[in-house]
């Protein structure tokens, strides 16, 4: 499996701005200083996403306060359009692409009108077949997460978006839960992705630590999205299970690694290889001294390093023929050398 375009890397910033601006911008500085292609934030209205009563999922009752319902705790996350307009400025500026889920058609159309260029809907909104007629409509690239899809829900979420004329649509394999538990990845499920509908897949790691994230790219993502913070420690139902800034510029430094790793999937020697064809392969040489005229033999030839000269392989090409001069024991046997 070869990588065949360097993989787009997403700080998923998430809520982790705790709904303040400034905090928002720290977080494209050190993404960006990072390494990451793109920030992604979510842009949604309390209002319009959940109702009053909706209880918190287990993983936000451990996070954040337990005398809050999501209803509030959503409302104190939310970003105002200003906030989105100067999100979007400030990513520019610092050379980073700023990308938003949203969570309703109207959220959706604030991106439109600030100018994203493309949207990544949430693995809750997979079913969601009015807002992803309302998204594909808009007829921009769409990333797509699967968490907690079966392969029928994704290709009926595709089929819906592909009605509209958009089939500009990439797949991210993606286990919805904070932190979520190496047992459960099943990462293999990437790959079934990209077989089953032939489009771009990548991955959106959920678990502690970098290293499924890296694996997903030895396997062939093209997108990498992975939860991000600038202090674990910070009060919000995402921080614990995201990466601080040090964490996630390695997590970078490996997967370009591995890009470059990957190569091209042609078998031949490495460049940095044939310096050391001649120092670890063998060759032909004398086993005893061989006078001049006298015959090739197995018993007069054996097989050691140096690997400049005949090599072992053609060994039987030369039995039976006649040495031009004398050869010393232990010297190389050269094709100049037999008649």
Known sequence: MMIKKKVFIIAEAGVNHNGSLALAKKMIDAAAAAGADAIKFQSFDAGR????????????????????????????LQLSSRDHSEL?????????????????????DLLEKLGVTQ???????????????????????????TGMSTLGDIEEALNIIYSTGNR????????????APYRDINLRAMITLKNAFDIPVGYSDHTLGNEIA???????????????????????P???????????????????????AMGDGIKRPAECELKNMAVARKSVVAARPIKKHEKITRANVTIKRPGHGI???????????RAKHDIEADEVLTWSKLQ
Request: hydrophobic share 35%; proline share 5%.
């Open 119 to 145: 949207f990544k809907i949430p693995s809750g909104e997979i079913t969601n077949t009015p807002f992803l007629l309302h998204v594909a409509k808009k007829m921009k690239p769409i990333i797509l997460s």
């Open 311 to 321: 090599q072992p392989n053609d060994l039987i090409k030369i039995v039976g023929r």
């Open 49 to 76: 996403l959940v109702s009053k009563c909706a209880a918190k999922a287990e993983y936000q009752k451990k996070t954040t306060s337990s005398r809050e319902s999501q209803y509030e705790m959503l409302k104190r």
């Open 168 to 179: 500009q649509v990439q797949l991210l394999h993606c286990v919805t839960e904070y932190p």
């Open 88 to 108: 979007i400025a400030y990513s520019k500026k610092r050379g980073i692409t700023f990308l938003s889920s949203p969570f309703d058609e109207k959220s959706a």
């Open 214 to 236: 890296i694996a997903a790219v030895a396997l062939g993502a093209e997108i990498i999205e992975k939860h991000f913070t600038l202090d674990k420690n910070m009060e919000g």
């Open 238 to 260: 995402d921080h614990k299970a995201s990466l601080e800034p040090e964490e996630f510029k390695d997590m970078v430094t490996a997967i370009r690694n591995i890009e470059t």
